[in-house]
């Protein structure tokens, strides 16, 4: 029998947000920065859709703004086995802590912590025909609904 019951379990405590990234080129890209200030992990997937090259970066970035500042990086994918088939794909995370303390520089003060609130990915394929989709996986400090919603163009 089918549930008539709505369950939003992991949609309320979860966003989920998708980019496909196909830069045509060969050079670092930031990809997508989301507002992290209501969450408190933080997790982006790289998935390989198109060519075999290689990954050359995958880091998670913040900012104090999510255009206009400087990039500070919050951790590094050491690409030890290249995602070089298609749905390939490499994982990297972090806590609300461990990027506080890289874009704030390991200042605690509550008035930059809460001004460092953009978290993004920086991404680089070798070759500029090859693409990929990035996912970011946030985990909500407390659960709300619509965290996590479908989205059809």
Do not use: W
């Amino acid at each position: 029998m089918v549930s008539s019951v709505a369950s939003a379990k992991l949609s309320a405590s979860l966003k989920v947000v998708a980019y496909d990234f196909d830069p045509d080129e060969s050079a670092a890209t930031d990809i997508g920065f989301v507002d992290f200030t209501d969450y408190e992990t933080f997790m982006a997937i790289f998935v390989r859709t198109v060519g075999t090259g290689a990954l050359e970066t995958f880091n998670i970035i913040g900012n104090y703004v999510t255009d206009t500042g400087t990039d500070v990086t919050v951790k590094v994918h050491a690409v030890a086995s290249e995602p070089d088939a298609l749905m390939d794909k490499v994982i990297l995370e972090c806590t609300a802590a461990e990027f506080h303390t890289a874009v704030t520089g390991g200042i605690t003060t509550l008035a930059l912590q809460q001004g460092a609130k953009y978290v993004g990915v920086e991404a680089e394929l070798a070759t500029s025909t090859d693409e990929g989709v990035v996912i970011y996986i946030m985990g909500a400090k407390r659960p709300a609904s619509g965290l996590t919603a479908d989205s059809i163009a």
